[in-house]
């Protein structure tokens, strides 16, 4: 199993190329490979034959470098292969631990290891025996006497000191008794003549409610995205800023570019804002750092060019490729770039190199209407992404000579999330300035 990215231990095997006996030359593409980042094809760089396939399509968190397959020289004999097994070629090393697995629901079987005594079938039994849930009492109204507050002395039940030890002991509550004493007064006698009322049936018989769920198994890019989520909100100070910005102008600008395009390309308000980051970035330079531990130093990297992570949804997850070099681009080549990238996203067919590194994200969930503003987690190591809400119309008091009027403006919520130990607030608020004025004024991004 090759190891397809930096950060890739195991992976899943796909759908195989090649089969047994088939020549390969370099370049082919041998076995697609689901790594912890995407779904890719291995490219063989070799001349040879396949003479054996050691780990079928569908095979789940293979160990990187344990065998996948045999291959042999061409003339070679393949034949003698035929019953060549993953022990003959070394075994396989045991892959990452995962977290344990959770609970099977009480309706699943334990698996049959063979064995009279094996454990699983006692264990599992017995905790689904366990496991069935205890049906709490229903919850019952305090009495009331419907008059006016007592105290503690006046609460106390009308019974003789002999009968609240009595009824103590037995657990016979005085409040249900009517008393044959003076005045009402329960008596010792009329706590020992006390019966209970014949119950219903214990509601503990009753059948226990069964949730129904199921199951997804979490493959390697979700895992991979769970733990450097999780990586950044604890070792990243988050801190955030947002701002409201108009953007008439801006659709304005688009609109007469796409009228004139000729259909050669179709801006979005995407391309636009893409631009926006890396011109407040190169205003802003410190934004576009990224903080690095390398041989025992600390130190802050500041990047000499602006490479936008854009991120796209896919079927498998969330994905970041890289737009590079995006300050010294045009708007036209920002909106090929991102159409082409975010297509082979979603295809998984992006090359590593394509979606490793950047050095600032944006984030845009301006297609959902409902999403007026959002924040997002930093993508590490870099020290700042960009969350953009969508485009509303807001009623704006214009003076003119008859008084006040409104005029209607196109507006947005972004929010900046930054990593305090590389942004301090006040950069952080200066970028977004810079990235609210170049936003308000287009026509800067021209330039």
Not at 408 to 416: A, F, L, P
Request: charged share 25%.
């Amino acid at each position: 199993m090759p190891a397809l990215s930096p950060t890739m231990t195991a992976g899943n095997i796909g759908t195989w190329q090649k089969k047994a006996g088939d020549a390969i030359a370099p370049g082919d593409v041998l076995v697609e490979i689901e790594t912890d980042k995407a779904q890719m094809d291995f490219e063989f760089q070799e001349d040879g034959v396949l003479a054996k396939i050691l780990k079928d399509s569908g095979e789940k968190d293979v160990a990187v470098g344990n065998p996948i397959a045999v291959m042999i020289e061409e003339g070679g004999d393949v034949a003698a292969f035929e019953s060549f097994t993953l022990e003959d070629a070394g075994g396989e090393k045991t892959s990452p631990k995962e977290a344990p697995k959770e609970e099977a629901s009480q309706s699943s079987e334990p698996a049959d290891s063979g064995s009279q005594t094996s454990p699983s079938k006692i264990d599992v039994s017995k905790s689904q025996e366990e496991s069935k849930p205890e049906i709490a009492p229903e919850p019952q109204e305090p009495d009331s006497s419907g008059g006016r507050l007592q105290t503690s002395l006046d609460r106390e039940p009308n019974a003789s000191p002999l009968a609240k030890a009595l009824a103590l002991e037995k657990g016979v509550p005085l409040k249900g008794l009517k008393g044959t004493g003076p005045g009402g007064r329960v008596t010792k006698q009329d706590v020992e003549k006390y019966k209970p009322a014949a119950s219903s049936a214990p509601a503990a018989s009753a059948a226990p409610t069964v949730a129904s769920y199921e199951d997804t198994p979490a493959s390697s890019m979700r895992k991979t995205i769970a733990n450097r989520l999780v990586q950044s909100m604890n070792q990243n100070p988050h801190y955030f800023v947002a701002a409201t910005l108009s953007v008439s102008k801006l659709l304005k600008l688009r609109q007469a570019l796409n009228g004139s395009a000729d259909g050669k390309y179709k801006l979005s308000v995407n391309d636009f804002l893409v631009k926006a980051c890396a011109v407040a970035c190169k205003k802003v330079p410190a934004v576009n750092s990224s903080w690095r531990e390398l041989d025992g130093q600390t130190f802050i990297r500041q990047h000499n060019t602006v490479d936008v992570s854009v991120a796209v949804a896919t079927p498998v997850g969330l994905m970041t490729p890289i737009v590079r070099n995006v300050d010294g681009l045009g708007l036209q080549n920002i909106s090929a770039q991102i159409k082409d990238l975010g297509k082979r996203a979603r295809d998984g067919k992006l090359k590593p190199e394509e979606y490793q590194g950047g050095t600032f994200t944006i984030s845009n969930m301006g297609m959902n209407a409902a999403v007026e503003r959002f924040t997002a987690v930093i993508n590490p190591p870099q020290a700042g992404i960009l969350a953009v809400g969508t485009t509303r119309k807001v009623a704006i008091p214009v003076e003119s000579e008859d008084g006040t009027g409104v005029e209607w403006d196109d507006q947005i919520v972004v929010t900046g999330s930054f990593d305090h130990k590389v942004v301090d607030g006040a950069v952080g608020g200066e970028w977004i300035r810079e990235f609210k004025k170049v936003v308000e004024n287009p026509l800067e991004l021209m330039l």
